[in-house]
């Protein structure tokens, strides 16, 4: 049973370029959750994610960042126009369904984007 | 704004000592709590969590304690190895919902 996947692991795109950054949940969970982690800091939550709905954004900037879960393949996470900020490491994470037993959420290994 | 918070940002300890990770939260509506392991170029590693309804909870190796009166969290480690090198971060949640954040311990264990 494959955890959260991820990819790229490693991305470096240069100021103003678009980085697109994949999650694949466990297999079953319906759940997807985007949180970005500043270096010696805790995640900060981004965006809660169903399958083609967002649920919460309110933690995602107004401005160049956007995701979505389509019905089929991975969640993206899009951010457009990179600026050097947006350096950091995005992790994604994936739930089972409402009406399990456990919130817990599990963490891909993260894409850890470079702007130059 | 909710916030959870770390009391202590490095514990050092002594291979085979038991370490305790302390952690303040804010939001008396969050029903669950959770700790998780953070190594260096990894995601966050899920080790242990609690529901609102209970005050003390045991995995190996490791014991979570709630006490919502004064609205604390800790992780109890027993017999730390130099495997627990890491960061440990809490986290609350309310509901089905985002987890919030606390900004971590980094714990250290020598030999």
């Known amino acids: 049973n494959a955890g959260v996947m991820q990819n790229p692991r490693h991305l470096v795109r240069r100021r103003g370029q678009e980085a697109r950054l994949r999650c694949s949940p466990m297999?079953?969970?319906?759940?997807v959750y985007w949180y970005r982690q500043l270096p010696e800091e805790g995640l900060k939550f981004m965006v809660y994610?169903?399958?083609?709905?967002?649920?919460?954004e309110s933690g995602m900037p107004k401005e160049r960042f956007s995701a979505e879960f389509p019905k089929e393949g991975p969640s993206i996470l899009r951010i457009q126009q990179v600026v050097r900020g947006d350096s950091a490491a995005y992790f994604c994470?994936?739930?089972?369904?409402?009406?399990?037993?456990?919130?817990?959420?599990?963490f891909g290994p993260g894409t850890r984007l470079t702007v130059t | 704004g909710e916030s959870v918070g770390l009391h202590l940002p490095t514990l050092s300890v002594q291979e085979g000592d038991n370490s305790i990770i302390n952690c303040a939260y804010s939001n008396s509506a969050s029903d669950y709590f959770i700790w998780y392991k953070q190594e260096s170029g990894k995601g966050p590693q899920f080790i242990i969590d609690?529901?609102?309804?209970?005050d003390k909870r045991q995995g190996q190796r490791v014991t979570v304690l709630l006490n919502k009166t004064v609205k604390h969290l800790s992780l109890q480690i027993a017999a730390t190895q130099p495997g627990d090198s890491a960061v440990y971060f809490c986290?609350?949640?309310?509901?089905?919902?985002?987890?919030?954040f606390g900004t971590g311990t980094r714990l250290l264990v020598s030999p």
């Open positions: 994610l169903q399958k083609e709905n967002i649920i919460d």
């Open positions: 297999k079953g969970h319906s759940h």
């Open positions: 994470a994936s739930s089972p369904p409402p009406g399990t037993v456990s919130y817990e959420q599990y």
């Open positions: 986290a609350e949640a309310t509901g089905f919902q985002k987890l919030v």
């Open positions: 609690i529901r609102s309804n209970m």
